[in-house]
C-alpha cells in the first residue's frame, strides 16, 4: 500500500467509528472508499481523495498554540488523553506532540486533523486555528538550500512520507527550536537538523 492509500485508510477507519456523520460526508467517503482501490495511486500532495478528506497540508492555516493550550485546559482533557482520542480516529499522535503544540505553533498538521482535535476539544475550529504567520527570513534562506532539501529527502524516506509533508515537518522542527525575534546562523541551523536525521537513520539503520 502506498504512503498515500495510507494515509486515506486512516483517516477513512477514524471517521468510520464516527456514527454522526452528515449525508455528504457519508457520500464523500464512499466516493473515497472506492477511488482508493484503483492501484494507480499519485503522490499524497497531488491525490484528489487526500484533499477531499483534508490530508494535505494547508499553510495558509496553522493551530494557535496559545488558543489550543487555553481550549485544552478548558475541555479538562489531558495531553495525554487527547492524544489517545486522535489515535483512536487513525492519527498517530503522541503526547509530547501535543505538549509541543502547546509550546510551538505547529506548521505540519492537516485540515482533518486540526478538524479532529477542535471535534475532541468541543469547539469550533476558528477558536484554536490562526492564518500562518510570516516566515522569518532566517527560515527562507534555510528551506531554499540544497542541504535542506536533501535533509528533506532522507525524511521522506526515513518515515515513509511524501517530501512536501517531510519538508513541513522539517521546518517545524526548525521553528520550534529557535527563540522568537533570534537570528540563527543558516549553516548551524542545518547542522542541527542534520545530526537529528543522522541520530534517527543511524537507529533505524538506513
Avoid: C, Y
Avoid at 498515500?4 to 477514524?14: T, V
Avoid at 509550546?103 to 498538521?109: G, M
Avoid at 535533509?151 to 522542527?173: F, G, M, N, V
Amino acid at each position: 500500500m502506498t504512503d498515500s492509500s495510507e494515509h486515506i485508510e486512516a483517516a477513512l477507519s477514524g471517521l468510520a467509528r464516527h456514527e454522526s456523520l452528515d449525508e455528504d460526508t457519508r457520500e464523500l467517503l464512499e466516493v473515497a472508499e472506492l477511488l482508493r482501490l484503483d492501484n494507480d495511486v499519485p503522490p499524497l500532495e497531488q491525490d484528489p481523495v487526500a484533499a477531499m478528506l483534508g490530508l494535505i497540508v494547508d499553510p495558509s492555516v496553522v493551530l494557535s498554540s496559545r488558543a489550543f493550550t487555553t481550549a485544552r485546559r478548558n475541555s479538562g482533557i489531558a495531553p495525554s488523553a487527547l492524544a489517545a482520542k486522535l489515535r483512536d480516529r487513525g492519527w498517530q499522535v503522541s503526547a509530547a506532540d501535543v505538549a509541543r503544540w502547546q509550546s510551538h505553533a505547529p506548521t505540519d498538521l492537516t485540515p482533518a486533523l486540526l478538524a479532529a482535535v477542535a471535534d475532541e476539544l468541543h469547539t469550533e475550529l476558528g477558536t484554536i486555528t490562526d492564518s500562518a504567520p510570516a516566515r522569518p527570513d532566517w527560515l527562507i534562506a534555510a528551506t531554499a538550500t540544497g542541504k535542506f532539501a536533501n535533509l528533506s529527502t532522507r525524511w521522506a524516506r526515513l518515515k515513509s512520507l511524501s517530501l512536501p509533508a517531510a519538508s513541513a515537518i522539517l521546518e517545524s522542527r526548525l521553528l520550534a527550536t529557535v527563540n522568537r525575534g533570534d537570528r540563527p546562523e543558516t549553516d548551524d541551523l542545518l547542522e542541527t537538523l542534520d545530526a537529528f536525521v543522522s541520530t534517527l537513520e543511524q537507529r533505524d539503520g538506513q
